[in-house]
């Protein structure tokens, strides 16, 4: 994998987006993060969301959610690449990674997928409290709070992506794009 950006927003079209946060990604990695509450504003902050997307690709959990507030604000990002290594541009903020959907491709079995419950079937609670310490505002740390949602988001990535790899499954970001796209295990 390369430039990923793990976005979540808490909010709604009608609401507005209230708060953001954001996880950015190299080689799996984190090397940035974004958190602002922005009610009623965020179109101040839509030029970050242009130039995240020009960097990188675009991940979530219910990426769908966060894809249609993105298009609320504006249509497009202009053209990016389809994803980092793509030479193909697109005009759209996706395709994104979602960890919700890719959950359900590979994990059949399980009764539940929000983001609390995959966490806490993952074994991953303890690690996101430790990142949340680091990441997060302290009035912020627990789930529906943007950056929080955005840590669980990339460590249920990252746990995936190892979980793959371990099972000899390629996880480049153009086979997470298309399972995310098509919801199955291809």
Known sequence: MSTLHVVDFEGTRTSGIREYGVVTLVS??????????????????????????????????????EDGLLRYYAASPG????????????????????????????????PNYSLGE???????????????????????????????DALAAYLLLQNLVVDLQKNGIEASDELLIEYSRTGKNI
């Open 28 to 65: 799996g990695e984190i090397v940035d993060t974004y958190t602002a509450e922005c009610t009623g504003k965020f179109e101040k902050h839509l030029d970050l969301f242009i130039k995240l997307r020009q960097s990188g690709t675009f991940a979530g959990h219910s990426a769908s959610v």
């Open 79 to 110: 053209f990016v690449k389809k994803y980092s290594h793509s030479t193909e541009f697109v005009a759209t903020w996706g395709p994104w990674i979602d960890t919700k959907v890719l959950y359900g491709a590979f994990f059949h079995n399980l």
């Open 118 to 148: 995959l966490v806490k079937a993952f074994g991953l609670s303890d690690r996101l409290l430790a990142l949340a310490k680091n990441f997060c505002p302290a009035h912020n740390v627990g789930y529906h709070s943007a950056m929080f």
